[in-house]
């Protein structure tokens, strides 16, 4: 669901009975097999978007590609500036907060204002960055807000009483040099929580994750002028 770190899906997908286990849905979500093109956007601005769904241990996950003539390490400044999100997202995010201070590793938490009568969803989670073999990488896996941030989550809570958080949210951004350019991938594996029925997926299939990479890329063309 990020907006994330990124920039967000904020429609629910598909849950099982039991929420899998991160480490092992992160796995299922980085093998390279398995993934299916669902759809193929051309976005103003950006070009195409080619999105592809993979099913991992029961949750649906969500792949997004495209190439832009962009620097990646700005692509990646841009992505990890979770708390200005809001001002370039497409998404309405009222809040967005950084809950420690790494440079390569740290914690945030982002709210989601759903239209009625969608109720809101708000996500705590820990990122960190990584460069391989050339590769920019940015990771999140939601955290136990109640265990870890029990403060900030009443905070918030006492704030958006009718908040939901997200059952499962993890994912991550890629941007790999090439010739030309960089190639800009978003990962997620995420279900909103709530009673959201399954169909919802295909509309964030279809239509939230090239959203998601297409503002991205909008802002950093903003930040480069390009």
Not at 119 to 140: C, K, L, M, N, Q
Not at 148 to 159: C, N, V
Not at 197 to 210: C, D, F, H, M, Q
Request: proline share 5%; with cysteine; charged share 25%.
């Amino acid at each position: 669901m990020l907006l994330t770190g990124t920039v967000l899906i904020g429609i629910a997908l598909a849950r099982s009975a039991h929420a899998a286990e991160p480490a092992a849905l992160r796995a299922g979500m980085e093998e390279a097999s398995g993934w299916k093109v669902v759809e193929t956007k051309t976005l103003a601005g950006v070009g195409e978007v080619v999105v592809q769904h993979k099913v991992v241990l029961g949750e649906d996950c969500l792949a997004g590609e495209t190439v832009a003539a962009l620097d990646p390490d700005v692509l990646l400044t841009a992505a990890t500036d979770v708390e200005n999100q809001p001002k370039w997202s497409s998404w309405k995010v009222p809040e967005a907060k950084r809950l420690t201070a790494g440079a390569t590793s740290f914690d945030y938490f982002q709210l989601l204002d759903n239209p009625s009568p969608v109720s809101d969803r708000y996500w705590f989670v820990h990122a960190r960055t990584s460069t391989e073999g050339g590769v920019r990488i940015f990771r999140w896996d939601q955290v136990d807000a109640e265990a870890q941030y029990p403060a900030a989550l009443a905070d918030l809570t006492s704030r958006y009483p009718g908040a939901v958080s997200t059952r499962t949210n993890l994912g991550d951004w890629t941007f790999s040099p090439e010739t030309g350019g960089t190639r800009i991938r978003y990962r997620i594996c995420t279900d909103a929580g709530g009673n959201i029925p399954r169909w919802v997926g295909e509309i964030a299939a279809r239509s939230t994750l090239p959203g998601n990479i297409g503002d991205l890329v909008k802002e950093v063309r903003r930040r480069t002028g390009l």
